[in-house]
């Protein structure tokens, strides 16, 4: 069974970068079938996609975020990563990666990991 | 962007009642959508895929509906466990939007 884990500083600067990585177990992260992404939740509020990692190697961001966040993938690890630059308040939030599939020009979110809490604050 | 609006934002009921939460988009996503449960202090679950499509292991009083501009959420027989807060989600295009929200909470 595919399972999920993020892993990274709680407690990022403000103006610093925030840094997770997402580890897949239970199957392999270079699989063409599946892409990868990330989504958040600030506090007490919904859901936004960050973005994307496909298994041709493209990445699809959210223009809200899109020229401060890379995502990037390390196929001898088994992981995937996070990187948002210059955060503020506004970027605290629980980050979740989870495993994308697509089917026939679908594409849904399945599983998620547990998530993991980020905090910006000096 | 696609906009994707639910309604209602909340809504209150008890055990066995059936239960019809709505998902709208702001232009047609044709069936690319998907539901997902999510309880406090938990990550989302994957119910429905592609509209209308249930997810293995979900249980089948949960079904989808729609197409185009207009989908639904129905809980037949509502059940204990079934209470917590509902996302739906486009992927017709980037970046995939979520609604809102419904929080389903017990009368």
């Known amino acids: 069974q595919l399972q999920l884990q993020e892993s990274g500083p709680g407690l990022v600067k403000p103006s610093e970068t925030l840094s997770l990585t997402c580890t897949v177990s239970?199957?392999?992260?270079?699989?063409?079938?599946?892409?990868w992404g990330w989504i958040r939740q600030p506090p007490g509020k919904g859901l936004e996609w960050i973005g994307s990692?496909?298994?041709?190697?493209?990445?699809y961001y959210n223009p809200s975020l899109k020229s401060r966040v890379i995502i990037s993938v390390d196929t001898s690890k088994n992981q995937f990563s996070l990187k948002v630059r210059s955060v503020t308040a506004a970027d605290t939030a629980v980050y979740y990666c989870?495993?994308?599939?697509?089917?026939?020009?679908?594409?849904?979110?399945?599983?998620w990991g547990q998530g993991t809490l980020v905090t910006v604050s000096s | 962007d696609i906009q994707m609006t639910q309604s209602p934002s909340s809504l209150s009921a008890s055990v066995g009642d059936r239960v019809t939460i709505t998902c709208r988009a702001s232009?047609?996503?044709?069936?690319?959508l998907n539901w997902y449960q999510q309880k406090p202090g938990k990550a989302p679950k994957l119910l429905i895929f592609?509209?209308?499509s249930l997810q293995s292991g979900v249980p089948s009083r949960f079904s989808g509906s729609g197409s185009g501009t207009d989908f639904t959420l129905t809980i037949s027989s509502l059940q204990p466990e079934d209470f917590a807060t509902y996302y739906c989600?486009?992927?017709?295009?980037?970046?995939?939007?979520f609604g809102q929200g419904t929080k389903l909470e017990i009368k």
């Open positions: 232009q047609s996503i044709r069936s690319y």
């Open positions: 239970g199957g392999s992260i270079s699989s063409s079938s599946y892409s």
């Open positions: 990692l496909y298994y041709s190697g493209n990445t």
């Open positions: 989870a495993r994308q599939i697509a089917v026939a020009g679908a594409n849904w979110f399945d599983p």
């Open positions: 989600q486009q992927s017709y295009s980037t970046p995939y939007n």
């Open positions: 592609a509209a209308s």
